[in-house]
């Protein structure tokens, strides 16, 4: 159960970031409208429009020492990770029991009763496995939230920088 609601929560994060690159233009690098704004460019042609989207975007970028294509590419690896050590914690609560097993056969067997110390060693050690597991899946999910809320909000100031950049450039922004 534990299981299905963490991986329901990285899906939702997934889809999030994933309506969050398309419209941040991680998808095509050469977008440089990334919050897909409505620009209206009055009697300029398409050709200067995108110059001057260009031109903003790259003082965006630069007021704001952040990079929205760059920043997405760093949140998908970070989302890698944290899968990565989601997926390592899976057998944790096994290899506790089995560890937990070992010790209590060794334990058991020196006080007369093998099986019945490895079966208490395997219930302990079971227990600190999964204590274990929950802990890194807790902590691999807390990482990727803050990558993610630390986008946002970076998006969040790098946008309004573009918008500022392309009404000081004399268009229409919505």
Request: charged share 15%; glycine share 12%.
């Amino acid at each position: 159960m534990k299981r299905s609601v963490y991986l329901g929560a990285i899906s939702l994060a997934v889809a999030a970031v994933a309506v969050i690159s398309v419209r941040a233009g991680a998808q095509d690098p050469t977008n440089t409208n990334p919050a897909d704004r409505i620009v209206y460019r009055g009697e300029r042609t398409t050709a200067e429009q995108a110059e001057s989207q260009l031109a903003c975007f790259n003082w965006s970028s630069e007021q704001t020492r952040w990079d929205p294509a760059a920043a997405y590419a760093q949140l998908e690896r970070d989302h890698g990770a944290a899968l990565q050590q989601y997926q390592s914690t899976q057998g944790a609560a096994v290899g506790g029991a089995a560890r937990g097993a070992l010790a209590g056969l060794a334990i058991g067997a020196i006080a007369g009763d093998a099986g019945k110390g490895a079966a208490i060693g395997a219930v302990a050690g079971g227990a600190v496995g999964a204590r274990r597991g929950r802990k890194g899946r807790q902590s691999a999910e807390a990482a990727f939230e803050a990558a993610a809320t630390e986008f946002q909000t970076n998006f969040q100031l790098w946008d309004r920088h573009w918008v500022s950049c392309m009404i000081g450039s004399g268009y229409g922004v919505a």
